[in-house]
C-alpha cells in the first residue's frame, strides 16, 4: 500500500509556471507506476500524464503535450509534474495517483490517490 501527499499548488498568471510533487510512503515506489490526473469544478477527473516505473516512458494528454512534464525521481519516491505556459483552463485540482500495472489514463485503473493540490491560472 502507498500513501500520496501532493504539494506546490498556487495561484499563477496565464502564461506562467508552477511544479508540483507527490511524495509517496512505502518503500515499493519503484514498483508503481504514477500519474497525474485533475479535476475542473463541474467536470469529471481527467487525465494529465503518466510515467512508467523507471521513468522512461511518459505518456501526455493532448491538452498538456509540450507544456507539462511528468518526471519522478525513485531514491525519493516523489513524481513531479512540471507546468508551463499555463492557461485558465488548466486550473483545478491535481491529484496524484499510483498503480501496480502498466500506464493507464482511467482513473478506475488506479489504486492510490493523493487529497489533491489546487491550482489556478488568472488572465
Known amino acids: 500500500q502507498v500513501q500520496l501527499v501532493e504539494s506546490g499548488g498556487g495561484l499563477v498568471q496565464a502564461g506562467g509556471s508552477l511544479s508540483l510533487s507527490c511524495a509517496a510512503s512505502?518503500?515499493?515506489?519503484?514498483?508503481?507506476?504514477m500519474a497525474w490526473f485533475r479535476q475542473a469544478p463541474g467536470k469529471e477527473r481527467e487525465f494529465v500524464a503518466a510515467?512508467?516505473?523507471?521513468?522512461?516512458?511518459?505518456y501526455y494528454a493532448d491538452s498538456v503535450k509540450g507544456r507539462f512534464t511528468i518526471s519522478r525521481d525513485n531514491a525519493k519516491n516523489t513524481v513531479y509534474a512540471q507546468m508551463k505556459s499555463l492557461k485558465p483552463e488548466d486550473t483545478a485540482v491535481y491529484y496524484c495517483?499510483?498503480?501496480?500495472?502498466?500506464?493507464?489514463?482511467?482513473?478506475?485503473?488506479?489504486?492510490?490517490w493523493g487529497q489533491g493540490t489546487q491550482v489556478t491560472v488568472s488572465s
Open positions: 495517483a499510483a498503480r501496480a500495472n502498466a500506464v493507464a489514463v482511467t482513473t478506475t485503473a488506479y489504486d492510490y
Open positions: 512505502g518503500r515499493t515506489f519503484s514498483t508503481y507506476v
Open positions: 510515467i512508467t516505473r523507471s521513468g522512461g516512458g511518459t
